[in-house]
């Protein structure tokens, strides 16, 4: 078993803030600390000055060996630990063989996780992956595999990549548009070059300006003549808002639909990609899928000229947003 403690010297409440502060400590600790892994956690709270202690011991209700945090003054911490001992009914104390050295791996952050992508690292070296233990890279070799095919053989496929939190699904995403984005000698590929989607509006921004950042620094390191507002612009089109890309490509359909059918209007398409909002159709990566709208709602925002500074009225707009992605 495995106490951990967060000690708030001089302090006599548990403030809210304190309390998730050492739930966090014990969940790293649970899902990124391997010689951890598989042991009881107990994460207590200890203001020094505080009075009284916790009275109720309850694991959390994720069945993961952690505890609900407990909360405990400098006076009461050892009857405290007496007493979970006691209620779990723990082994005799021990050492466990090695975890002061344990390999800790925890999930970067997702900017500093697509910067290493950016630089062409491997999903493998930059994440731990969950699910089962199945490799990340191994699921993105696979997808690569069946966008190749499709092309080869004219298809269309859809490809859904499921896990727990943590596992790297946005991170298969972003390794996956960046691998089809750009060639080996880092040129931008703009025939076989796939979009990433989200709906998340300030992760894509903070995204595109640090990819944009970090593709500027390395042409100038290789002496390339390039302007950062040219890096932002390349950048932008394979990271784009969900929002805007479906309202780029809904500009180009004809208006009004008739019989329930969507058409292309090439005069439409051609303006649009002269403007630069042409999209990227080949390859569509959509992070947190399950967001798409239904038909109704996208129906109803098109029938009222939608928002996000979108003009274009559709009336009696026949799909879901899901389905118009992929049609």
């Known amino acids: 078993m495995i106490f951990c403690l967060e000690f708030k010297v001089g302090q006599q409440d548990a403030l809210q803030a304190d309390v998730e502060q050492v739930m966090d400590y014990a969940l790293d600790l649970k899902n990124f600390h391997r010689y951890s892994s598989d042991k009881t956690i107990v994460p207590i709270l200890v ?7 916790s009275s109720i011991l309850q694991p959390s209700i994720y069945h993961d060996s ?6 405990s003054g400098e006076t ?28 800790y791996t925890p999930t970067p952050t997702i900017i500093e996780a697509a910067r290493s992508l950016y630089e062409n690292h491997s999903v493998e070296k ?18 690569l595999d069946i966008i190749n095919h499709s092309k080869q053989n004219g298809q269309k496929s859809i ?9 790297g699904k946005t991170l298969v995403g972003l390794d996956v548009a960046v691998k ?33 950042r970090n593709n500027f620094q390395k042409a100038t390191e290789q002496k390339q003549k390039k302007k950062l507002s040219d890096s932002r612009r390349e950048v932008k089109k394979f990271i784009q808002i969900i929002h805007r890309y479906r309202d780029n490509m809904l500009a180009k359909i004809k208006n009004p639909v008739e019989n329930g059918m969507l058409v292309i209007d090439p005069d439409k398409a051609v303006k649009l990609q002269k ?5 990227v159709e080949h390859v569509a990566i959509f992070d947190e899928a399950q967001r798409a709208w239904t ?33």
């Open 47 to 53: 203001p020094t000055k505080r009075n009284s202690s």
């Open 66 to 71: 952690v505890f609900n945090p407990l909360i």
């Open 76 to 103: 009461g911490l050892r009857t405290l630990i007496q007493d979970v001992l006691l209620h779990i009914k723990a082994d005799e104390p021990g050492s466990i063989k090695n975890w002061v050295i344990s390999p």
């Open 126 to 143: 930059i994440t731990r992956h969950e699910a089962d233990k199945v490799s990340t890279d191994s699921t993105i070799s696979y997808i």
């Open 159 to 167: 490809c859904f990549v499921t896990g727990v939190p943590g596992a």
């Open 180 to 212: 089809q984005s750009y060639h080996d000698d880092g040129k931008y590929s703009d025939d076989d070059g796939a979009v990433y989607l989200s709906g998340n509006g300030l992760l894509v921004a903070v995204l595109t300006e640090a990819l944009a």
């Open 275 to 279: 403007s630069g909002y042409g999209e």
């Open 295 to 327: 038909h109704k709602r996208i129906a109803d925002y098109l029938k009222r000229g939608g928002t996000y500074g979108n003009k274009l009225k559709v009336a009696n707009f026949p799909m879901s947003e899901a389905s118009f992605l992929i049609w």
